[in-house]
Structures are given as C-alpha cells and as structure tokens.
C-alpha cells in the first residue's frame, strides 16, 4: 500500500527557510516521479514542484522557481522541499504526491494528507 | 500556462439526481486530463485520468469524457458520499506546468 507522510511544516517569518519532508512506504521513489503541490482556499490547488523518477530533471512552478529545491534520498525514500526567501504567499497546506509515471508530467496517483506552511511576521 | 477553467463554481443538488461537471481548457490538452475529488478535511484523491479511465476502486457511477478543450464529469445516480470538491487536472506539456481548475462544490440541496 502506498503511503506518503509529510512533515516539517510551520510557522516561519518572511524571508525565512523551512524543509518539508515526505517519507514514501509502499515503492520505490526511483520508480515514480514525485511531486509538491500546495493549496489554499484562495488559490486552490497548485503544482509546485516535479522530481522525475530518475532524480535527474527537477521542474518548478514560476512563483518558486530560485526559492525551493525538490529532492530525495533514495536510501531513506524520503523527498524533500527546501523552500528559502519565504514569502507571505507561501503560505499554504503542502501535499506530497506521487505521480503515476516515471518522467514527470502525469496525473497524480497518490497524495499525502499535506503539512500546513504559515508565513508570518 | 494551460488555464483550466470549471464550471458551474458550485452545484446544489438532491441525492440520487444526475450531475455534469464541466472543465475547459485554453488550448488543446488532447485527453490528459484528470479528475480528483476532494471531500472536507481530506487530501484530493484520483477519479479519473485519461480523460475517462476510472481509477482502481473508484464507482461505475463516475465517468468522464471529452478531448480537446472540453470535457465532462458526470456523476449518474448521485449518493450522499459524494458530496465534495471535484477539480480537473492537465497533464499534457512539457516541460511540466501541471495545472488545475478552480473546482466546483457538489453540494446538498
């Protein structure tokens, strides 16, 4: 069974940086692309950032493009979301998904329950 | 950027009624498309992909069409648990700028 569980989330000023983590049980992360994806009431949904299965060809959204870094550590199957220069837009419940294919760009198979990211002064 | 657009925002409707879901896309998604429903305090989870392939467990009741720009989620025979947020997804440009529309809230009459 595929499980996904984010965590790292909080408070954290403008400017400021904070890592999300999602340990993934059930495959392999060198097996799917892997993704971020955020939401708020006001925005809705939004992708992120996506991690092809072979690690290689990390993609960004434009709002957090030079701000955060996709990751993984295939020896822990864990990915990761280093996010810096936060701003108050950020602020959003971050989900952790896995893709149904292995190069990015697929629809979205398998999401975590999220870790809430508030930025605040 | 691929804007998805749904429509109506919010749907009332009766237990047992059918309903049409619709999703626009600004230029041709051909059919990578997909649909997630999304019930309080819980993740999205995947209905449909494909445009109109049911995901693994998701009920006969569900079902999508459409290619292109336009495309359908109907939902025939409309049960209580169904009450929810529905959004439709593209998946179709690379590189990836994933997108999705705004959703729109089936709820109770």
């Known amino acids: 069974e595929v499980q996904l569980l984010e965590s790292g989330g909080g408070l954290v000023q403008p400017g400021g940086s904070l890592r999300l983590s999602c340990a993934a049980s059930?495959?392999?992360?060198?097996?799917?692309?892997m993704d971020w994806v955020r939401q708020t009431p006001e925005k809705g949904l939004e992708w992120v950032a996506t991690?092809?299965?072979?690690?290689?060809?990390?993609y960004y959204a434009d709002a957090v493009k030079g701000r955060f870094t996709i990751s993984r550590d295939t020896s822990k199957n864990t990915l990761y979301l280093q996010m810096n220069t936060l701003k108050f837009e950020d602020t959003a419940l971050y989900y952790c998904?896995?893709?149904?294919?292995?190069?990015?760009?697929?629809?979205?198979?398998?999401w975590g329950q999220g870790t809430l990211v508030t930025v605040s002064s | 950027e691929i804007v998805m657009t749904q429509s109506p925002a919010t749907l009332s409707v009766s237990p047992g009624e059918r309903v049409t879901l619709s999703c626009r896309a600004s230029?041709?998604?051909?059919?990578?498309l997909a649909w997630y429903q999304q019930k309080p305090g819980q993740a999205p989870s995947l209905l449909i992909y494909?445009?109109?392939t049911r995901a693994t467990g998701v009920p006969a009741r569900f079902s999508g069409s459409g290619s292109g720009t336009e495309f359908t989620l109907t939902i025939t025979g409309l049960k209580s648990e169904d009450f929810a947020v529905y959004y439709c997804?593209?998946?179709?440009?690379?590189?990836?700028?994933?997108?999705f529309g705004g959703g729109t809230k089936v709820e109770f009459k």
């Open positions: 998904v896995k893709e149904e294919g292995f190069s990015g760009a697929d629809y979205f198979a398998s």
């Open positions: 059930g495959f392999s992360l060198r097996t799917y692309a």
């Open positions: 230029q041709s998604v051909s059919r990578y």
């Open positions: 991690l092809s299965g072979s690690g290689s060809s990390p």
């Open positions: 997804q593209q998946y179709n440009n690379w590189p990836p700028t994933l997108t």
């Open positions: 494909g445009a109109s």
